[in-house]
């Protein structure tokens, strides 16, 4: 299984980024998906994740309302559409596959992991 991400860039505060991570391998539908993300000198953090069938969805406080998380398993793909972004979103974005359908927040309950895409915020 390998995971691509793509889609980071250099924004400014208020813009929009849409993330994809592209999964090869099959069964992708079959298991939970998330995104996490590392700032400069942080330890890595949970963003937002989604359940095998994309009908249930969790969000970190930081990025509610803004962040949206969103899956397509005929494509192999999930997104991470991003607005209203802010400097303290600045990081590298990784997604990851769970073990199983459902999606929690621990990062050891994912066992792949994308090489991430850089998101910077700076006005």
């Known amino acids: 299984v390998q995971l691509v991400e793509s889609g980071g860039g250099s924004v400014r505060p208020g813009d929009s980024l849409r993330l994809s991570c592209v999964a090869s391998?099959?069964?992708?539908?079959?298991?939970?998906m998330a995104w996490f993300r590392q700032a400069p000198g942080k330890e890595r953090e949970f963003v937002a994740t989604?359940?095998?069938?994309?009908?249930?969805?969790n969000y970190a406080d930081s990025v509610q309302g803004r962040f949206s998380i969103f899956r397509e398993n005929h494509k192999n793909t999930m997104y991470l559409q991003m607005n209203s972004l802010k400097p303290e979103d600045t990081a590298v974005y990784y997604c990851?596959?769970?073990?199983?359908?459902?999606?929690?927040?621990?990062?050891?309950?994912?066992?792949?992991w994308g090489q991430g895409t850089r998101v910077t915020v700076s006005s």
């Open positions: 990851a596959r769970a073990r199983t359908i459902r999606a929690p927040v621990d990062q050891a309950e994912y066992d792949y």
């Open positions: 391998g099959a069964f992708f539908s079959s298991y939970g």
């Open positions: 989604i359940s095998w069938s994309g009908g249930a969805t």
